[in-house]
């Protein structure tokens, strides 16, 4: 865990992962409205295991230091306060751009965001220099965003998630923004959690793969552009 100084000044943990080796990028993990837990740390350490330096914000610890929640009870309750009430989501945004900037010398960088942190990284696509390709995991602002990508962009979500209208995902999917591509599942919200009732396996692996695949992907372009320049 680092204390990393954000734009605005303060100080927030930052979980990093390392690959043990040269790292062949760099991913922004951006956590759920619970904090940054076990989950989250378990995915950095996995995307870390596939060669990337990750580092994961706590988004936050300006409002209540080491906040980690349960998925119910009053956790819950404080975690939604969190995130739509009391926390910036602007500030998330900013801090996902300071996490970037410190990564830029294992570029390219990448942001990877789920349920809060999929709107989070949703944005940052937007807002955000520096990033590569973003996914972003059933953010609930996302069919309603104003943000348009800039960047190649993958959004998932579940079919039966109960907190995101499939009507609004299905008519993003017929209709996506530039560069972002919309892929649903046949699960619910948090369906990349094992912690969670909504976990589902293989909707969880195919959209890893899928998330790998495009960052892959980027990482080909690049090598092109560089043989190109040769």
């Not at 100084?5 to 943990?13: F, Q, V, W, Y």
């Not at 619970?34 to 996995?46: E, P, S």
């Not at 195919?206 to 560089?226: M, P, V």
Request: proline share 6%.
């Amino acid at each position: 865990m680092l204390r990393i100084a954000m734009a605005d000044g303060a100080e927030i943990d930052v979980y990093r992962a390392e690959p043990g080796r040269i790292p062949r990028g760099g991913i922004v993990v951006v956590q759920e409205i619970f904090g940054l837990t076990d989950h989250i740390r378990d995915v950095a350490d996995g995307f870390a295991r596939n060669g990337y330096l990750v580092l994961a914000p706590a988004l936050f610890d300006r409002e209540h230091p080491g906040f980690v929640a349960d998925y119910d009870g009053p956790d819950l309750d404080r975690a939604i306060a969190l995130s739509r009430e009391i926390h910036p989501f602007d500030q998330s945004v900013a801090d996902v751009a300071t996490c970037v900037e410190w990564l830029q010398g294992v570029s390219p960088v990448y942001v990877v965001g789920y349920c809060y942190g999929g709107s989070v990284a949703w944005a940052a696509a937007a807002r955000v220099d520096g990033i590569a390709a973003v996914s972003a995991y059933y953010g609930r602002l996302i069919p309603d965003s104003a943000d348009v990508p800039r960047v190649p962009t993958i959004a998932h979500f579940g079919r039966q998630d109960a907190g995101i209208p499939i009507a609004k995902v299905e008519a993003l999917a017929r209709n996506p923004p530039e560069h972002a591509t919309i892929h649903v599942y046949d699960a619910g919200h948090g369906f990349n959690s094992d912690r969670r009732k909504d976990y589902h396996a293989e909707s969880a692996a195919l959209a890893r793969a899928r998330t790998l695949d495009l960052f892959r992907a980027q990482e080909r372009h690049r090598r092109g552009e560089e043989w190109d320049r040769e």
